[in-house]
């Protein structure tokens, strides 16, 4: 199903209205008091950087085994235009297949209807055919995860997250302009007897609704007992200069509000009641770009071994504010009245762009993230330690403007008791994602 080009160019349009006018929408409720908030950006010299740990997993230690092709349409939706949360089940059924790996995996699907299903995993093959790639079958048929709590077919340029724990699928959703809204809840496994919807403490949207995965249970224990992590990472300065993450216990709620949270990772500072971040350069992740694009994450652990990772479309060379063409709007060219004239479809998506782009997946030591819960380090401290290149396992390693393909990766999954890692390529299998596979050693 492709998409409808006038809705497309009327949800941008709304977008563009709104940046324009250089503030976002008011919230709809004042936001509570749950976990605590910096009040200014004026900080004290930052903690000295604890050198990384020794048991970190590198890029090295990741075994390509294969990928495979995403079912037809099911239910409510299909995996066209996919590519938001996804996240392994341990017991899931599988097709009486000796070849398919063990467990399941639960995602969202076409990105106007952010629907849930849940598919087999088959045996990844190493292969750039897409005939040769063996085919996930459908075990449950697409959802709306939420029982209408969200409505994602009103909602400009979604974004949504999903994670398996304690035998229920925790889940967020999104929208590309927030400010303290609605974000967070939880269902079943058969994708109902939805509970929420909830406000992640008094944050942003625009830091925590996006990615969202497991924290290992030794781990959580170090964190006071949080065990899901959730983040976002949104072009812009608006979410400061760095994928956030946020460490919750999804048990603490009050009066509709999360309120177990404490900071892993923010590349600025949160003032109470303001949707933006306030940061600067001091604050920014390593290479920081504003149209750097983090869809997915996951907690990896080897052995002893153990990494944070983010995947996404890493922006590379010369960026700018303005059209996908190159063509430049200054922030200011409404009041000079130079403002350039929009190019034709399919150049006219103004936002932020590069001259390149690269699939990558950035690793970080929990370490530091756990440092930075207990307040021993600035939530901007912790860098990724190494970054993987995933540019040669692409199927389509290319942006399609008349496609709308912005983004090359998409979320992540993370099968802990076997080692393996899930990760989704967009728009690769025509308008279908299709799945990556890689053995943790």
């Known amino acids: 199903m492709k998409r409808n080009s006038l809705t497309i160019w009327i949800l941008a ?4 209205f709104a940046c324009t006018l250089g503030q976002e929408p008011l919230p709809e409720q004042t936001p509570p008091e749950a976990a605590p908030v910096k009040e200014s950006n004026t900080q004290p010299e930052a903690p000295p950087l604890m050198p990384p740990s020794d048991n970190l997993i590198q890029p090295e230690d990741l075994l390509y085994l294969g990928a495979f092709r995403l079912p037809d349409a099911s239910g409510g939706s299909n995996w066209e235009y996919s590519g938001h949360g996804l996240t392994y089940y341990p017991q899931g059924d599988q097709a009486q297949n000796a070849d398919d790996f063990v467990g399941s995996l639960f ?11 849940e598919i087999s995993i088959p045996l990844p093959v190493i292969s750039k055919k897409m005939d040769d790639l063996n085919t996930a079958t459908t075990i449950q048929p697409f959802t709306d995860i939420s029982n209408g709590l969200f409505s994602p077919e009103k909602m400009s340029i979604p974004r949504a997250g999903i994670a398996y724990l304690d035998e229920r699928l925790y889940f967020n959703f999104g929208q590309h302009i927030q400010d303290f809204e609605l974000s967070h809840g939880s269902a079943s496994l058969n994708l109902t ?6 406000l992640f403490g008094n944050y942003t949207n625009y830091i925590t609704n996006d990615y969202l995965f497991e924290i290992p249970p030794e781990w959580a224990s170090a964190l006071g007992g949080r065990s899901l992590a959730s983040g976002r990472a949104r072009e812009g300065f608006w979410s400061g200069r760095g994928p956030g993450l946020f460490a919750y216990n999804p048990a603490n709620v009050e009066g509709g509000v999360l309120t177990d949270i404490a900071p892993l990772l923010l590349y600025g500072v949160q003032q109470e009641g303001i949707p933006d971040i306030q940061s600067d350069e001091s604050m920014a992740v390593d290479d920081y770009r504003e149209a750097d694009h983090w869809w997915g994450g996951a907690w990896l652990m080897a052995g002893e071994n153990t990494a944070v990772i983010f995947a996404g479309t890493k922006a590379l060379g010369k960026e700018w504010y303005g059209y996908a063409n190159g063509v430049v709007w200054e922030h200011d060219c409404a009041e000079n009245n130079a403002c350039p004239e929009m190019p034709e479809w ?3 998506d103004r936002g932020f762009w590069a001259e390149e782009y690269q699939a990558q997946i950035i690793f970080y030591d929990p370490t530091q993230l756990v440092a930075v819960a207990n307040g021993e380090l600035e939530s901007w401290q912790p860098q990724p330690y190494a970054t993987l290149d995933l540019s040669e ?21 993370f099968d802990r008791e076997n080692g393996i890692l899930y990760v989704v390529e967009r728009l690769a299998d025509e308008y279908k994602s299709i799945i990556h596979v890689w053995q943790v050693e």
């Open 107 to 117: 995602g969202f699907g076409h990105d106007q209807h952010l629907q849930v299903s």
């Open 393 to 413: 396992y692409l199927f389509a390693p290319e942006l399609d403007f008349a496609n709308y393909k912005r983004d090359f990766l998409g979320a992540v999954a």
């Open 13 to 16: 349009t709304l977008t563009i």
């Open 346 to 348: 399919p150049y006219d």
């Open 193 to 198: 007897d939805a509970e929420g919807a909830y």
